[in-house]
């Protein structure tokens, strides 16, 4: 009967080492993911805070020249704030584009080489 | 004499009179009134109620306008003083003065709707508490999904998986169970508020009620 000698942590080396660029390449998916999904979460506040503003200055029922004045105020900052959010938005997306480029670049350089040695 | 009348030719009274019937003046001409009837025409009103009613040609009469008539004529019953004509109109002497403030009637509905506005705000209140509590909780479990796939990713040995989910489940029921606490919290401070916003709109109903029962 042939001896075989299974090492569970040699072939979980072997495995990484194997697959480490798409391991890189979910994490930083991951972290992109993430970023996103904060991002998302920060605009709804936004949304959710303006909302709950503008029924709070409705509701205060003075002069309809105060109503407007508040009305007016509330949409300049949600403007400003979405404005600032874009600009999040842009910041994220050349983030996440370098870094998978960095990471595409790599991963060549990386099998270039294996197959150097290889060859 | 007989010879005389024969040849001018005389007509008899009766017989050879004026015909109205082919006379051209009598058709044209209208027949003028009686002697007495002018008399008549320019009487006022007053003279008329006292002639006699079997006269036809006075009752025809049309009575004139005369600014000394009696009380039930017609011509005192428009008196121009209550006639709106277009100068009056103009001059705003005929209208009524309506003293609308906008602002007085705005403090009334506000004083009118005070309690309805408070329940609103209260609920926007409530509605705003339980907001951010359904927004913290999506936090919580956006940063434990975001935890188990980082600790997924990681890749170490079976055991630090097992250790790692562990802790992660363990801090997330911690999390929860705090969640939870909050909620009944938010929970009994919206009912306690309302309940006193509903006493206060009680009071001041029944105060309110008082107050129109004395005065009445």
């Known amino acids: ?119 | 004499m007989a010879s005389s009348v024969k040849a001018g030719g005389q007509a008899p009274n009766g017989r050879r009179g004026p015909k109205t019937g082919t006379n051209v003046a009598a058709r044209t001409i209208p027949a003028q009134p009686e002697p007495e009837a002018p008399a008549v025409v320019d009487a006022p009103a007053v003279v008329e109620a006292s002639a006699p009613v079997d006269t036809p040609a006075r009752v025809d009469t049309p009575a004139p306008v005369d600014a000394a008539a009696p009380v039930d004529t017609p011509a005192r019953v428009d008196t121009p003083a209550l006639v709106d004509t277009p100068a009056r109109i103009r001059s705003g002497a005929g209208t009524p003065h309506l003293n609308f403030n906008p602002r007085a009637a705005f403090d009334a509905y506000r004083g009118a709707l005070a309690p309805t506005l408070r329940a609103q705000r209260e609920a926007l209140k409530a509605i705003e508490c339980f907001g951010r509590y359904q927004y913290s909780v999506a936090g919580d479990y956006l940063e434990w999904g975001a935890a188990q796939a980082k600790a997924n990713l990681k890749l170490g040995t079976p055991a630090e998986l097992t250790a790692s989910q562990a802790a992660l489940a363990t801090q997330f029921g911690a999390k929860i169970q705090g969640r939870v606490r909050e909620f009944v919290n938010l929970a009994s401070e919206t009912r306690a508020s309302f309940n006193q916003l509903l006493g206060e709109m009680t009071a001041g109903l029944a105060e309110t009620i008082k107050q129109s029962v004395n005065k009445s």
């Open chain 1, 1 to 119: 009967m042939a001896d075989f000698s299974f090492d569970s942590s040699t072939a979980l080396n072997t495995y990484r080492s194997v697959f480490a660029p798409t391991l890189r390449a979910q994490q930083e998916a991951l972290k992109t993911v993430e970023r996103f999904s904060r991002y998302q979460f920060a605009v709804a506040t936004d949304y959710f805070e303006w909302g709950v503003a503008q029924a709070k200055a409705s509701l205060d029922l003075r002069t309809p020249a105060e109503l407007t004045a508040s009305q007016t105020t509330l949409a300049t900052q949600f403007g400003e704030k979405l404005q600032g959010r874009v600009r999040e938005f842009v910041n994220l997306t050349t983030e996440a584009g370098s870094s998978f480029t960095q990471l595409l670049g790599e991963t060549t350089a990386k099998v270039a080489e294996a197959i150097k040695k290889s060859a």
